[in-house]
């Protein structure tokens, strides 16, 4: 397998995107101050440098205006755009010889003006001050200062710079919202390959991560890349495993085959003797443990079709009728309650032989009731087996007892003679659907078998 050696890290991601994160919240607070100082000092427009050469050159031409007397000619006019206009006239002391006095908004502009160093205006929530024009008349300097009364839209950023609690709520949303796409980024190939490693461990050995996080540069990518090989490598062994299995039983067949016609031939010579018949049990014994490997195999292997939607009872239909049939043969009884509306997808055979194991054991142990019964329990259908027999002592031997060839030391399977094979085949069945099995003792006595399968 060839793993992509491009610098695309976990480390560069992480590092990029927490640093651009930080990066753009800090640059977006510190540029504000930025801002608005080059909003405080903008140049004056030419528009209104021209208003104020104006009238300062009316002034020079007429320095008479500048005497208490006229002071009120030029303090406020009326013709600029058809807003009032204010003026104020400042003497070289700084200060203001054509008003009583300044509002706060005026001496704001001028410490603004001396600190910019040229002449600038500025846009306030409800006028706007421009300034200074400087001139002489007379042998004095004077300066020059405009303001009209208006309410003027202002930049976006002053909302921002006014409002210090709305603007770090506004950081903090949105280096969340930053952080939250790369942990989205991030999170998602994670719960992909955690998604595939519950499959595989439930036993859906073909299960793989999908394609588009192992094509993922990065460290993820070859992790996932280097889960499907794990994967391909488990789903090899565990089929060359069953394989053996099979092939050994198949070849194990072979010579017993033999020995069943050779102890058919010693019986038709009237060969009889209680070795032979030892042997023969033996050999029947045999026959029946090498069946179940085969069928194990065969459950373990043999799962490439597709699922069929039935009737649960359609399914089993055959299995319960034979039940019944070998309950009352033993004078006992077998409740069935399986509503007929109960639909899921199955693997007929395997399913059924599973509940077919299942049945003879509880038929074999019980005293005088076994039941069936199935229910929709939301996304799961419930099939529960119960019977009144001696159940499990041991609580270890319940959960134990699906295992291949487990056979605990107990009255219930003293009496079987088994192999411990059945319930692994059940087990095996059961997987195969992505179902689950456990057993667990009744009161005040017998063994419950509970068996959840999907709906869907």
């Not at 595939?196 to 993820?220: C, I, M, P, Q, W």
């Not at 060969?271 to 033996?282: C, V």
């Not at 649960?312 to 239909?317: A, G, S, V």
């Not at 409740?335 to 032989?353: C, F, G, H, Q, V």
Request: with cysteine.
């Amino acid at each position: 397998m060839i793993l992509s050696t491009t610098p695309n890290r976990i480390f560069i991601k992480l590092l990029l995107g927490f640093w651009l994160c930080s990066s753009l919240i800090i640059a977006a607070v510190g540029l504000l101050p930025l801002l608005q100082q080059n909003h405080d000092q903008a140049p004056l427009p030419p528009h209104l440098e021209s208003l104020l050469s104006r009238i300062a050159n009316r002034i020079v031409e007429q320095p008479d205006l500048l005497e208490q007397r006229h002071f009120r000619h030029f303090r406020e006019l009326k013709n600029f755009r058809g807003k009032p206009l204010r003026i104020y006239l400042l003497n070289d002391q700084g200060q203001v010889i054509n008003r009583d006095r300044m509002s706060r908004g005026m001496r704001r502009f001028i410490l603004m003006a001396e600190e910019a160093n040229h002449p600038i205006s500025h846009q306030f929530k409800n006028e706007l001050i421009f300034g200074p024009y400087e001139f002489s008349a007379r042998g004095k300097s004077y300066s020059l200062y405009g303001r009209i009364d208006d309410h003027h839209p202002r930049p976006w950023f002053f909302f921002f710079a006014e409002n210090k609690l709305l603007t770090l709520s506004l950081a903090i949303l949105l280096s969340g919202l930053l952080c939250g796409l790369l942990a989205w980024h991030l999170g998602k190939p994670l719960r992909s390959l955690k998604q595939s490693a519950e499959t595989l461990a439930r036993g859906d050995l073909k299960h793989r991560v999908d394609a588009s996080t192992s094509k993922r540069t990065d460290e993820l990518g070859q992790l996932a890349q280097a889960f499907n090989g794990m994967a391909d490598a488990v789903e090899n062994m565990v089929n060359s495993q069953q394989r053996l299995i099979s092939d050994i039983s198949h070849e194990l067949r072979t010579p017993l085959t033999r020995l069943q016609l050779a102890l058919a031939l010693a019986r038709k010579k009237e060969q009889s003797s209680s070795e032979i018949e030892r042997i023969s049990y033996e050999a029947e014994q045999l026959d029946q443990m090498i069946g179940e490997l085969l069928e194990l195999s065969r459950v373990k292997l043999n799962f490439n079709d597709s699922k069929h939607s039935l009737a649960l009872n359609e399914t089993l239909t055959q299995v319960l009728d034979d039940a019944d049939f070998e309950a009352e043969q033993q004078q006992k009884q077998l409740a069935i309650e399986i509503d007929d509306d109960i639909m899921l997808p199955t693997y007929p055979r395997p399913l059924a032989r599973a509940v077919e194991n299942l049945l003879r054991n509880a038929i074999r142990y019980a005293d005088k009731q076994i039941s069936i019964s199935a229910r929709n329990n939301g996304p799961t259908v419930e099939l529960i087996i119960l019977d009144d027999g001696p159940g499990i002592e041991d609580e270890q031997d319940l959960l134990s007892i699906f295992e291949p060839f487990y056979r605990p030391q107990t009255a219930r399977e003293r009496e079987s003679g088994g192999w411990g094979l059945g319930l692994a085949i059940t087990k095996a069945a059961i997987d195969a659907h992505q179902g689950t099995i456990r057993a667990s003792n009744a009161q005040p006595h017998g063994l419950k078998v509970t068996i959840s399968l999907p709906r869907y």
